[in-house]
């Protein structure tokens, strides 16, 4: 018998909470992604994360235990090779991977990579740098619409991005050629996770805006995940924001795309007010792309406090059959160097109306905790070769 009819699984993009047993190996040592957002702020509202533990699971400055928690809680470590966003989400639905994806943030990509992008695509490349997405269409925008010339960055995640403005570039011509890189990217040697399509409109520096016709063009998950185990059983697989993306759409039976976090919450509400059998997964990439990567603590802790809000109106649907995840993919310590994401652990975090006791779990080994724990509930057989034990028995 199925101890839950709907899991809730949330993952706020790139919350770790404290450096990985290996950080040091990745230049992240001491990093605190949650730790210090908490220590730049005086106050720090976030009532329903602390209420289901996560101030027992990590010391916060402002943010105490609670006596009784609501919820379960434990720390989860990484076990694949890298840091980035692909990476953790596939370990999640219980995917270990051994080589990481490749970044060029340091030095743009390799001028071989280049040469035959240009000449496939019939464009001159400018930019090849890592670089805001706003400030290199700012920068070279101009340039961009009176040549012809086509605008390549990356950043400090394994992605090569494209922009194009939507008028004189064209959004087919622009799509055609991220699929020319995509082909390209494929090879080990110059192999990214995405290649992402960014439109744009305006003429000039200081009008120029990016549109929602964004297209993400990422690699299929190099196997069968438990996305793909609780389709196969029937079951509904619905996606909220990045999720599709990141898995290519493989596993899942419904999408829904974001335009923030905010929304993104307020779509996982709207689909805790339906009727369904199986599993939400909703990625909230805010976390990350808007003040982890741009190094704002601020921004972060009001972006957390966003959450909370809305987190506390999802609390106020649950049934009794249902179960909600808190966790995260890796970290971005927007108090650290640099703007990469940084090697940590993550937080697991699970309630339900249902639930008799709560309290810290022991440490997972791996962020697939989460996937083994989804498939056993469902009472689907993970696929082969993948990662990840079970909780649900402690779940009560």
């Keep these: 018998m ?21 950080a040091a190996a990745y230049g992240d040592a001491g990093t605190d992604t949650l730790g210090h957002i908490a220590e730049r702020r005086d106050k720090f509202v976030i009532p329903n994360l602390q209420k289901i533990g996560m101030a027992n699971l990590h010391p916060l400055k402002q943010v105490h235990p609670v006596e009784h928690p609501m919820g379960y809680y434990m720390e989860m470590k990484e076990r694949s090779a890298g840091k980035d966003t692909m990476t953790g989400h596939w370990e999640l639905m219980g995917l270990y991977t051994q080589k990481p994806f490749q970044t060029f943030t340091e030095h743009g990509f390799p001028q071989g990579l280049i040469d035959e992008l240009e000449k496939r695509t019939g464009h001159k490349v400018i930019g090849n740098k890592s670089a805001s997405g706003t400030a290199i269409i ?56 995405r290649v992402i399509a960014r439109p744009y409109i305006g003429r000039k520096k200081g009008e120029f805006k990016r549109t929602a016709n964004r297209h993400d063009y990422a690699l299929k998950p190099f196997g069968k995940t438990a ?23 493989e596993g899942l039976t419904e999408s829904n795309k974001s335009q923030s976090s905010v929304h993104g919450m307020e779509q996982t509400i709207d689909i805790a007010k339906r009727d369904f059998t199986g599993l939400c997964f909703t990625n909230l990439v805010d976390f990350d792309a808007l003040w982890g990567h741009r190094r704002d603590p601020e921004g972060y802790a009001q972006e957390i406090e966003k959450f909370d809000v809305k987190f ?85």
């Design 227 to 249: 996305l793909d185990a609780l389709k196969a059983g029937g079951y509904d697989v619905i996606s909220v924001g990045k999720i599709f993306d990141i898995f290519d759409g």
């Design 312 to 396: 506390g109106e999802l609390l106020q649907l649950l049934k009794d059959d249902d179960l909600v995840i808190i966790t995260a993919d890796h970290g971005n310590d927007p108090t650290y160097t640099g703007t990469d994401h940084t090697r940590e652990k993550v937080p697991f975090l699970a309630y339900s109306p249902s639930m008799q006791g709560s309290g810290r779990l022991e440490t997972s080994d791996t962020f697939a905790a989460v996937g083994a724990t989804i498939a056993d509930n469902f009472e689907v057989e993970m696929p082969e070769g993948t990662l990840g034990t079970s909780v649900l028995e402690q779940l009560k």
């Design 138 to 193: 700012d920068e070279l925008g101009e340039e961009e619409i009176a040549t012809g010339h086509m605008i390549v960055y990356t950043s400090a995640d394994s992605v090569l991005q494209i922009c194009g403005q939507e008028e004189t570039f064209d959004l087919k011509e622009l799509y055609r050629c991220c699929e020319i890189a995509r082909e390209l990217t494929l090879r080990d040697e110059w192999k990214v996770g």
């Design 2 to 22: 199925k101890k839950y009819k709907r899991i809730f699984v949330i993952v706020m993009d790139s919350l770790g909470i404290g450096a990985a047993d290996d």
